[in-house]
């Protein structure tokens, strides 16, 4: 009799044992979902308020998402977009490379990095962003159009024009057309 009573209380310690071990299970991913929530929400936030201009203000919140996830390519991009629009051009290149250290494929920050350098300037740097941006996504046609005008800068017509001619056949609706057009006259 005391055998079946040790066997009943036995059982009973087993499941109560694993129902406590389906409860940690259960509040690890609720921690770990809120965690993943937590930075898609900074990250969003940045972006909603990049959209509204309030560079100052997205900056912190990309912080805060680089903060839970210091790889977030998108956190880092976004930061630098921010940082470029505030006319902190050198503080937003150095963003742009972080990106291109966790991801070299991620083309949108070549190309926001060239951007960047040819506002400094950079025209030959930029270039070669821009060369970049296009090597990993043969059709971004707006580095196509903005290597152009860079070429263009620097009185390199004929590329320009090629360049242009490309970013047209990416992207029939391009500003490319009125630039290759004064370029041809």
Same mark, same amino acid.
Do not use: R
């Given at each position: !009799?005391?055998?079946?009573?040790?066997?009943?209380?036995?059982?009973?310690?087993?499941?109560? !044992? $694993?129902?406590?071990?389906?409860?940690?299970?259960?509040? !690890?991913?609720?921690?770990? &979902?809120?965690?993943? %929530?937590?930075?898609?929400?900074?990250?969003?936030?940045? *972006?909603?308020?990049?959209?509204?201009?309030?560079?100052?203000?997205?900056?912190?919140?990309?912080?805060?998402?680089?903060? #839970?996830?210091?790889?977030?390519?998108? &956190?880092?991009?976004?930061?630098? $977009?921010?940082?470029?629009?505030?006319?902190?051009?050198?503080? &937003?290149?150095?963003?742009?490379?972080?990106? #291109?250290?966790?991801?070299? %494929?991620?083309?949108?920050?070549?190309?926001?990095? *060239?951007?960047?350098?040819?506002?400094?300037?950079?025209?030959?740097? +930029? #270039?070669?962003?821009?060369?970049? +941006?296009?090597?990993?996504?043969?059709?971004?046609? !707006?580095?196509?159009?903005?290597?152009?005008?860079?070429?263009?800068?620097?009185?390199?017509?004929?590329?320009?024009?090629?360049?242009?001619?490309?970013?047209?056949?990416?992207?029939?609706?391009?500003? &490319?057309?009125?630039?290759?057009?004064?370029?041809?006259?």
């Amino acid at each position: !009799m005391n055998e079946a009573k040790c066997d009943k209380s036995s059982g009973k310690h087993a499941i109560i !044992m $694993v129902l406590g071990i389906t409860a940690l299970a259960l509040l !690890m991913l609720v921690c770990i &979902a809120s965690a993943a %929530q937590s930075l898609n929400f900074w990250a969003h936030k940045g *972006g909603e308020l990049m959209n509204s201009e309030k560079y100052d203000e997205a900056i912190k919140a990309y912080d805060k998402a680089i903060e #839970i996830n210091p790889h977030d390519s998108y &956190a880092w991009d976004g930061k630098g $977009v921010a940082l470029g629009n505030l006319g902190n051009l050198d503080e &937003a290149i150095t963003a742009f490379d972080k990106v #291109i250290e966790i991801n070299p %494929q991620y083309s949108k920050a070549w190309y926001n990095k *060239g951007l960047a350098l040819n506002k400094l300037n950079k025209h030959y740097e +930029a #270039i070669n962003a821009y060369e970049k +941006a296009i090597e990993i996504n043969p059709k971004y046609s !707006m580095a196509w159009y903005n290597k152009a005008i860079t070429l263009n800068k620097l009185n390199k017509s004929d590329e320009a024009i090629k360049a242009y001619e490309k970013a047209i056949e990416i992207n029939p609706n391009s500003e &490319a057309w009125n630039n290759k057009s004064n370029l041809s006259k």
